[in-house]
């Protein structure tokens, strides 16, 4: 098995989305897709195209969607020999729509898709790889996952790999905040990192504002809050200081998924060793351009599109 810098684990879909804004999902109307997709998915293909290993732990059915899946990540280097190809179900499906109040409306086809029966993770990928992240989806998308997600975290802890987690709050998939939290508590138990909107991070703290929250986290144990602003940037929160970076100004198309290329550009900043207003400008750049196209992995920039458009942004 090949050696990895970065191992990312959880749910493959492909994504299929509304033409139109404003078209509620429970009335007739037309859909563009498949879109490769799934959070930790989307991660694992800006940290590709970012130029570093990455390989990704879950299951695709053996179906033209799988197909649509595994030839994405191969086109782009992301290791796929811990995908398993299941025979017997089909590959995870999300269908979403916007409104012109910037929600979205999901409905998932996960836990009893293809992506539900992911396999256990390999003790051997962890050999010395740097970082395992994992997304509060996935932790909340069935219980076969979610125990894998744990057992890799814990395979991790043991032999040095760090962790990131993106609390990707699913209300959809777990109801409850407390069932949120008792679901998220393994991970955030030793996660270097943790890159939470505010609304999650005072979800996971039970705290009322998000600079409270942020803290509460590094209390808890991480060594980084990446704290997501949206337009307005990142702050990133360590035990000795706190670091605003700001965003950037882009044409904004289409939202999903630029939260987890904001999280592959935190997670390569740190393994390169940039100073944290570098990792937060590198982040920021990822987010932005992961929204400026449709379908939720098609703005994972290449780095050198990255470096262009931060040399550009100064």
Request: proline fraction near 4%; include cysteine.
């Amino acid at each position: 098995m090949a050696q990895v810098e970065v191992i990312a684990i959880g749910e493959l879909l492909v994504e299929i989305m509304r033409k139109r804004v404003d078209s509620p999902l429970d009335r007739a109307d037309d859909f563009v897709g498949p879109f490769p997709s799934g959070a930790p998915a989307i991660f694992a293909d800006q940290v590709a195209r970012l130029g570093h290993s990455v390989a990704f732990v879950g299951a695709v059915g053996q179906d033209d969607f799988g197909k649509c899946l595994l030839d994405r990540f191969e086109a782009d280097g992301v290791d796929v020999s811990c995908v398993a190809q299941i025979e017997d179900v089909a590959t995870g499906v999300a269908f979403v729509t916007y409104f012109s109040d910037g929600s979205r409306q999901f409905i998932f086809h996960i836990g009893n898709a293809a992506s539900g029966r992911m396999p256990s993770p390999d003790a051997d990928l962890f050999a010395g790889a740097s970082w395992l992240h994992i997304c509060g989806s996935s932790l909340s998308a069935g219980e076969k996952m979610r125990q894998a997600c744990y057992e890799a975290a814990h395979l991790a802890d043991e032999v040095g790999v760090q962790v990131a987690f993106d609390p990707n709050l699913r209300p959809e998939l777990l109801g409850g905040e407390e069932a949120l939290r008792r679901v998220c508590a393994p991970i955030l138990d030793i996660a270097t990192l943790v890159l939470p909107s505010g609304a999650e991070a005072q979800i996971l703290t039970g705290t009322s504002d998000s600079e409270t929250a942020c803290q509460a986290l590094l209390e808890g144990g991480a060594q980084y809050v990446g704290l997501k602003q949206g337009a307005a940037g990142c702050a990133i929160f360590t035990v000795d200081e706190v670091v605003s970076v700001p965003g950037f100004s882009v044409n904004a198309v289409d939202p999903t998924g630029a939260g987890d290329c904001f999280d592959a550009g935190f997670v390569v900043g740190l393994m390169e060793g940039l100073s944290l207003e570098e990792v937060g400008r590198l982040a920021n750049a990822c987010g932005a351009l992961g929204a400026t196209v449709q379908g939720p992995m098609e703005g994972a920039a290449w780095r050198s599109e990255g470096d262009s458009f931060l040399r550009w942004a100064r």
